[in-house]
Each structure stands twice: as structure tokens, then as C-alpha cells.
């Protein structure tokens, strides 16, 4: 292992809980804007382009069913999730930076 030259990651859910982020503030969304978008699709959207999310959003909410809106609102839940509490990092991330 002493050969290493570069690591990549892929931040997004890797080194940062996002995935969590992201569900979190669908659970308020839903909650504080009446949405009511069912939490297993939510998962299901984890790590998708936002063209997919619409579609999917569109495909189980009905046709009348605002995704941009809902994805604006959800927006400001996250980023005032992560200015309240940071963006927390994964577990072991730590560890392996001080490793590599």
C-alpha cells in the first residue's frame, strides 16, 4: 500500500452523510410544506440526476405534482440543516484520510 499516488473519492454520500441529508429534509418537507412524498421513493431517488427524481416525483404524486418547487423547498431544509448542525462526515472517513 506504500505506492499510493492519488486517491479520488466521490464526495456526495461517500464522505459526507447526504444520503441521510436528503431524507431528513424530505421528512420535513413533507411535513412543514404538505407534501406527502412517500419516503421509500425518496431512497429509492438517492444518487439520481434531478431529471430522474422529477419523473419519479411526477410518476407517484400525479401529474399536477411540482417537483422544482418541491425540490426548492427541500433545498432550503438541507442547507439550513447543514449550517445549524455541519455536514457530517461518514463514518471512518477520518481514519482513512489520516491513513492514506
Known amino acids: 500500500m506504500n505506492n499510493i499516488e492519488a486517491v479520488v473519492f466521490d ?19 413533507n411535513e412543514e410544506c404538505g407534501y406527502n412524498v412517500p419516503i421509500e421513493v425518496a431512497m429509492e431517488c438517492i444518487g439520481k440526476r434531478a431529471d430522474y427524481v422529477d419523473q419519479k416525483f411526477i410518476e407517484v404524486m ?12 427541500n433545498r432550503i431544509f438541507m442547507d ?8 457530517r462526515i461518514k463514518k471512518g472517513l477520518v481514519e482513512l484520510i489520516t491513513f492514506l
Open 62 to 73: 400525479g401529474a399536477n405534482f411540482d417537483p422544482t418547487e418541491f425540490r426548492r423547498l
Open 11 to 29: 464526495m456526495d454520500g461517500l464522505m459526507f452523510d447526504t444520503e441521510k441529508l436528503w431524507i431528513d429534509s424530505v421528512k420535513r418537507t
Open 80 to 87: 439550513e440543516d447543514v449550517n445549524n448542525n455541519g455536514l
